[in-house]
């Protein structure tokens, strides 16, 4: 139990540090791959636990709100929300292929970044419409991609909770 | 048995409302208290990996960019001893005149340790902090360019706003015209330069500088070059686009440029470089 707690440290640890350095040279126009929800979502799908993918996005989200303090809790908030729903679905997704499991990150992260749009606000209905259509659907789509490369090299998860 | 009892028996939603509920807590703190936070979350061990990883990348780069910067000594050397002898004439001139000596602001040199994630890039995280003399609202430059302003301040690390952030503004001046505006950056239109009347000279390649009116920004920073002009005569002022001189999603050093000790804080036309504090917005 230990190792394997110690091992999810480290991993949140490694994801939180990559969120906050190689988001940015990965960058492509208007569009930045959202990690938290990737990390939430793989680990909501190929962990046992329920609450260790809820608590990583509550982390990974803390972590990101500390680069704008106004809004400390918001990230955090969401993010432990991107882990709530992908322990919700998991023996949904787990069944399905790395498409699927790639469509439903993509679509969750655009929802958690109209969210953090409309609650930290960028200037007006006008500009915050503009940053949905721009940044926050390039972004989805980029973060599907990146997940579903990382799904096709992780494979079908084997925790128990599938057969339970 | 109830929903909610039902309810609590689920881990998830357990871990999820203990979150929540967290988070509802953090975000009624009051701003000192969040800051404290955020020092304590980014200074515990996260910083130094940070700025580990970044300079991994940067290692590759190192020795081509060595041999740049040495052929770049040089020629700044021979630059700098014209503009020793340009500044001597300018002293004495002034002194003539009766104008007040301008000396040049000391720098603290900072690495980038961090990026904001998420969506939108508007604060990155630097390794200077208050242990260094870093204080809120000084200006941060590359020799590129303005990156921003410190936003936060830590004991070892600050929060720096950029001029991407929309609620960033800075006055500048066009070098060739010197019309004046307001730079500001617009989520659908990207940087650019305001409140310059129809009547102003701008053109399509023009270096915009920092104008140096609201006590944030000194004087004749680079900010970018116009990159669109268009001119509507129905409007008052002209819609002018700037390219930024410094990519913000690739800084890996910057300057912070500390307020000298004979400057007011805050000088006379403060409106001009208008950067929305967080406890304002």
Known sequence: MIPVALGLVVVAYAVAVANATVVGPLTIGPARPDLVVIAAVTFGIHMRSETAPVLLGFALGLVGDCFRPSTLGLGAALGAFAGFVSVSYRQRLALEG??????FVSVLAFV????????????????????????????????GVISFVLFLLLGRPRYGYLTR | MSILARLVRVPRVVAFVSCVVASAFLLVLPGSARRAVADVVLSAGFRPAQGFVLSLGSLRSLSEENSRLRRALVTLALENAALRE???????LRALLGFASERPAEVVAAEVVGMQPGPRLHTILISAGRSRGVARGLAVITPEGLVGRVLDVYEHASVVQLLADPSCRASAVVRRSRALGIVRSIPSRGLVLDNVPFTEDVRRGDTVLTAGLGGVFPKGVLIGTVSEVRADPSAMFLDVRLSPAVGAGRLEEVFVLKRRPSEPHGSAGASADTLVSEEQR
């Open chain 1, 98 to 103: 790395p498409s699927v499991r790639a469509v």
């Open chain 1, 112 to 143: 958690l970044s109209v969210i953090s749009v409309i609650s930290t606000g960028v200037g007006g209905v006008g500009a915050a419409a503009w940053v949905v259509l721009s940044s926050s659907s390039t972004g989805a789509v980029y973060t």
């Open chain 2, 86 to 92: 340009r500044e001597m004439e300018a002293e004495r």
